[in-house]
Nanobody, 115 residues
């Protein structure tokens, strides 16, 4: 059984920063994709950033240059450093682990950007 546990969400003012973390446990294959998705009220869940176990990253255009994904393969953790946050970044952020097409999700953590 794979579990993903997120932490680090909260309330931040526009222009501020937050760091999200996700720890995966259970049977984790060494080759996988870990990443972050988000879902704002009334909108579909969308990709934020992903990183392959080999290091290649992918970002949504809306977060390029502001967000940075990083992972520690030995610890099965993935982080999302979010800088220059905007109100439109407000959403529930979900950790995602994809192993050969089998997808696992965390429970989500709320990020609210507001003055």
């Amino acid at each position: 059984q794979v579990q993903l546990v997120e932490s680090g969400g909260g309330l931040v003012q526009p222009g501020g920063s937050l760091r999200l973390s996700c720890a995966a446990s259970g049977s984790i294959f060494s080759i996988n994709v870990m990443g972050w998705y988000r879902q704002a009220p009334g909108k579909q869940r969308e990709l934020v950033a992903t990183e392959l176990s080999g290091g290649r990253t992918n970002y949504a255009d809306s977060v390029k240059g502001r967000f940075t994904i990083s992972r520690d393969n030995a610890k099965n953790t993935v982080h999302l450093q979010m800088n220059s946050l905007k109100p439109e970044d407000t959403a529930v952020y979900y950790c995602n682990l994809n192993m050969w097409g089998t997808v696992h999700w965390g429970q989500g953590t709320q990020v609210t950007v507001s003055s």
